[in-house]
């Protein structure tokens, strides 16, 4: 009974408010964005008038802030400019028309919309507002419910299955489970912790609305600004895509195909695919290269964690590649016929080897 | 552990079990309890001569039981997953999800008493070994088994370790007591099986990360508040979590700590006293590893794994899986999993023998016996006897 009038309470306490322009200027990927735009029947071809100039000279500035300068775009300006200018953005993104690109510039709004959000969990005192941008942000779009902690509201708490389906995945070992607040079910967080979990998937909601645009025509002004911008970038994004070649097991094969979409790999795999590279030869450099189209790349922190698995730093214990058994039960294998016959990912390839010679 | 070297003794003690088996099957098929969504699940069987067979599938409890009585394996096995496809290889089955599974046994436990009742047992010609050595002294050429028979205090350690993991379960992760069925694993050890639909999507690493949790792996001590000063190697700082110490793994801490939320000071002095900041990391390593719970992380992790199906026999012993929730407390398994028949049968035995089954206590000391199938089976699985 308790819990059903606090549910009530609070979806009341939902339907009375609404979200403000500021909020949908600092989080312009919401379905409020999106019903502006199809409610002042904006038209595309409108980014061609000399007004507009100046949303598309600041839509280019942040994807350069973004994605050249790898620093979150920190400018915030009323509602209107936002919205058109994040839709430029994306029109950018799709024209120009390079997966990685995509994928990084998808990772940094995530980014700067998560440094807003943990800002306003923290600093708003009113907790209906609080409790509507938990539901717009984490329920109606990634089906995750957050409650602000009943004795502190600076915490949040989330559900321990809904934690480790995405902390898991963290590399840093304050996000195991162990070194968190953990009681009859929920995960108690602050506000840029509860904030950080859904990171990943905000990044992919903006890389989708980019990948699910349909537009048969592009603005002039729109494909002028996107050829400039590709100019730029090219160069910075194109010699990263690491050659898979044939000769690898399936499983690497795998990892590189999904690490040069500029996905997201998680830690079991970076750590077999370091772990085979230095098994076959490669050098430190090499490897740290492989990783650059991470999401989340930083090349000390990824140099000091191959050269930890090379035994070179940290407990000086060389880490062996991990068997295909323990692949498969994280689910990272993707045998294939030639694999048979071997327990380890590193014996690949050793038969035909004697047998071509 | 049905050893092969003798094959005339070798195939009397297969038809035995056989036969000990089928009758189970036939007369008990109620205890068989019938996994949910079965027809989603992928069953394997390990058969008494022919190996495993995996990738099987039944629409119901019926066609399970009927060809149990008519192939009779040696053990039977059924998926914590849930596949569309169960019978496809592993590749196509296309997985949906799986029931989260811990396995508490006696060997993880390194109880003391288990050198008293263990015996070293030659794979290849069966006979138990006077003295430890690297290959069988009879044979020069078998691997050695280590055998078991459980006494009482192995079975309280293990239901120790049951209780322990499910206060964990329940007060941590928030585990519904109703979702949680344990059950006698059949030989030495326990099985715990979540049934909660809310952990069935969580994939190997999360689990990896839920058994992290329980045995008590990778905490830190910025978790309790212990802060590495930057201007030294060893210096440190003390300030709490804002989130409290009240529960979970802080809660089992502060407790052995005997600190709460306003012992600053006493903290600090306890960090103090072991050196400082390393000093104090690898004391509640330590701490939180003799806090946490002994359960085979490998188990719990593998999402792909079959598990031996409630209510079969397990063919290291004998005796049944058997579901024991309500009566951990009194639960005997040398009791209330041995079902099987009580007719007579000769018996030579390998090593002479005590042990208390169904109630009735053997002392065996003579090298033949007549003694019930339930404990001939049980003697013969453990490979300690052989059908005369």
């Known amino acids: 009974m308790v819990f059903l009038l606090q549910y009530i309470y609070k979806l009341l306490s939902t339907l009375s408010i609404k979200l403000g322009t500021g909020d949908i200027a600092k989080y312009p990927f919401l379905n409020e964005a999106s019903d502006y735009i199809r409610e002042t029947h904006f038209d595309f071809e409108e980014f061609n008038r000399p007004e507009m100039r100046h949303i598309i000279n600041r839509a280019a500035e942040r994807m350069e802030t973004e994605l050249i300068s790898g620093t979150i775009y920190q400018k915030l300006d009323k509602y209107e400019v936002e919205i058109l200018t994040f839709l430029v953005t994306l029109m950018v993104a799709k024209y120009i028309g390079i997966g990685l690109i995509l994928k990084k510039y998808s990772l940094f709004e995530a980014m700067r919309a998560e440094r807003f959000l943990s800002e306003d969990l923290k600093k708003e005192r009113n907790e209906q507002r609080k409790h509507l941008l938990l539901s717009k942000i984490f329920e109606e779009l990634f089906k995750v419910t957050v409650d602000v902690d009943s004795t502190d509201n600076r915490l949040f708490k989330v559900r321990v ?5 995405r902390a898991s995945h963290f590399h840093e070992q304050e996000w195991k489970l162990i070194n968190r607040l953990v009681h009859m079910g929920y995960v108690y967080l602050d506000a840029e912790e509860t904030v950080r979990l859904i990171r990943s998937e905000l990044s992919t909601l903006i890389y989708n609305r980019v990948k699910s645009m349909t537009l048969s025509t592009f603005p002039e ?5 996107a050829d400039e911008l590709r100019v730029k970038l090219v160069p910075k994004y194109e010699h990263s895509i690491y050659r898979v070649t044939g000769y690898y097991p399936p499983c690497i094969r795998h990892a590189l195909k999904v690490m040069n979409q ?9 750590l077999m695919l370091a772990t085979y590279m230095l098994a076959i030869g490669k050098s430190i450099d090499d490897i740290v290269i492989l990783f650059h189209n991470a999401p989340d790349f930083n090349e000390k922190i990824t140099r000091y964690q191959v050269e930890h698995l090379a035994g070179t730093k940290g407990s000086h214990t060389k880490y062996s590649v991990p068997s295909c058994e323990k692949l498969r039960n994280e689910n990272l294998c993707f045998a294939t016929e030639e694999c048979s016959g071997i327990i380890n990912p590193s014996q690949f390839g050793r038969n035909s080897k004697n047998y071509n010679g | 552990m049905v050893s092969s070297i003798n094959n005339n003794s070798y195939e009397k003690n297969i038809v035995l079990l056989r036969s000990a088996f089928r009758e189970y099957y036939f007369k008990h098929s109620k205890i068989i309890e019938i996994p949910e969504r079965i027809e989603e699940r992928e069953f394997g069987f390990m058969l008494f001569e022919a190996g495993m067979i995996r990738h099987l599938s039944f629409r119901n409890i019926g066609e399970l039981l009927a060809t149990l009585i008519k192939e009779v394996p040696s053990d039977v096995y059924c998926s914590n997953a849930y596949y569309r496809f169960p019978t496809y290889d592993m590749h196509e089955k296309q997985w949906v999800g799986a029931d989260l599974i811990f396995d508490i046994d006696a060997k993880d436990l390194h109880l003391p008493c288990e050198a008293m009742h263990s015996y070293i047992i030659c794979a290849n010609c069966g006979e138990p070994q006077e003295i430890k050595a690297d290959v069988c002294i009879y044979c020069k050429t078998g691997k050695l088994n280590h055998v078991s028979i459980p006494c009482n205090k192995c079975n309280y350690g ?3 370790e049951v209780k322990h993991l499910v206060d964990f379960l329940i007060s941590d992760l928030g585990i519904k007591e109703k979702t949680i069925s344990i059950y006698f694993s059949g030989n030495n050890g326990y099985h715990i099986h979540i049934s909660d639909i809310e952990f069935h999507r969580l994939d190997s690493q999360a689990r990896s990360d839920i058994i992290g949790y329980l045995i008590g792996n990778d905490m830190m001590t910025e978790s309790i508040g212990i802060r590495k000063a930057e201007a030294s190697s060893d210096g440190f700082l003390v300030k709490f979590p804002k989130s409290g110490m009240m529960y979970g793994w802080r809660r089992r801490i502060a407790q052995k700590l005997g600190i709460d939320q306003t012992s600053t000071t006493k903290l600090h002095n306890m960090v103090q006293q072991k050196g400082g900041y390393s000093g104090f990391k690898a004391e509640l390593l330590k701490m939180a590893k003799d806090i946490g719970v002994r359960i085979d992380p490998q188990v719990t992790m593998d999402v792909h794994r079959i598990f031996r199906m409630a209510g079969t026999i397990n063919s290291k012993s004998g005796l049944t899986k058997i579901r024991c929730n309500n009566e951990i407390e009194s639960f005997d398994p040398l009791n209330d999993a041995c079902l099987l028949s009580d007719k ?33 089976v049980y003697l013969i699985c453990k490979g300690l006897a052989r059908v005369n």
């Not at chain 1, 299955?161 to 389906?165: G, Q, R």
């Not at chain 2, 035995?349 to 065996?364: A, D, N």
């Open chain 2, 158 to 160: 293990l239901k120790k």
């Open chain 2, 344 to 376: 007579e049968v000769n018996v030579e035995m390998k090593v002479p023998i005590k042990l208390k089954l169904r109630g009735q206590s053997f002392k065996i000391r003579k090298e033949t016996a007549r003694i019930p199938v339930y404990a001939a």
């Open chain 1, 262 to 270: 500029g996905e997201n790999l998680p830690h079991s795999a970076r």
């Open chain 1, 221 to 225: 002004t729109i494909k002028l600004k």
């Open chain 1, 161 to 165: 299955t809904d934690y480790l389906m």
